[in-house]
């Protein structure tokens, strides 16, 4: 499997796609948000559609035991809440801010009379983000099918850590994010450090890639 499939297909972080929105940001309302503020909560309705201009934030899904099901991270740059906002239903998960962010409203008012009908590239810009995320969805869909755990929790290291030297992430957070049970992780996540391929950070809560190539390799001879 290429590097490249890998990252476009795993990593649950959305990089800037909506760019195209820049030069209509007049049209809509700006508010900001704190860390930690639901920008649309669960079971809210959505008449607006959003952009985040700056920070990042992130879509989970939380279980009536509580328990959090992060789906994707946002960066700034993308259109967020397409969904609930053309099918007209209520949000079944929520987007929240991870750190300090800005986000522009458009209402439907204006994407209907002023950004459609003046601005096609724009239309044409939310066809392929959302297509981007749809897709992405099915990977997840796929993954947790058909992969055992130690392939998906490779290719979720790789897609969040491979082309960044300094990034990190916890056990949790790579828990939640795969929807995994715990024991099992730490067995996977104990093997990786023993080959060396990861190590803890200083505070041992969190852990980085330092073997990117090693860590394809696996991937590779665990799709075999």
């Known amino acids: 499997m290429q590097d490249s499939e890998i990252l ?7 990089d800037t796609s909506n760019t195209p929105w820049e030069e209509i940001l007049d049209l809509g309302r700006k ?8 920008i ?19 879509l989970s899904s939380t279980s009536a035991s509580g328990n959090e099901k992060p789906i994707w ?6 259109v967020f809440g397409e969904v609930p906002f053309f099918d007209h239903g209520i949000m079944n998960s929520y987007f929240i801010c991870t750190e300090d962010c800005s986000v522009y409203f458009f209402s439907k008012e204006v994407l209907m009379e002023t950004i459609f009908p003046k601005y096609p ?3 044409m810009n939310i066809f392929e983000t959302m297509a981007k995320k749809l897709r992405l969805m099915s990977s ?8 055992p755990p130690k392939l998906r929790v490779y290719k979720m290291i790789y897609a969040s850590l491979s082309h960044n ?12 994010l795969l ?11 104990s093997d990786l450090k023993n080959d060396g391929i990861i190590q803890k950070n200083e505070n041992e809560k969190r852990f980085s890639l330092c073997d990117p190539k090693g860590l394809l390799e696996l991937i590779e001879a665990e799709q075999e």
């Not at 929807?179 to 996540?189: P, Y």
């Open 8 to 14: 476009y297909l795993w990593s649950p972080w959305l």
């Open 31 to 38: 508010r900001h948000y704190k860390k930690n503020s639901i």
């Open 40 to 58: 649309l909560g669960q079971g809210q309705t959505v008449s607006e559609l959003c952009y985040l201009h700056t920070g990042e934030i992130k």
């Open 73 to 78: 991270y946002i960066k700034a740059g993308n």
């Open 121 to 123: 590239h724009i239309v």
């Open 140 to 147: 997840q869909i796929n993954d947790l099918s058909l992969n």
């Open 165 to 176: 030297e300094t990034a990190h992430i916890s056990q949790q957070e790579l828990a939640d």
């Open 179 to 189: 929807g995994m049970h715990r024991i099992t992780l730490n067995r996977i996540i």
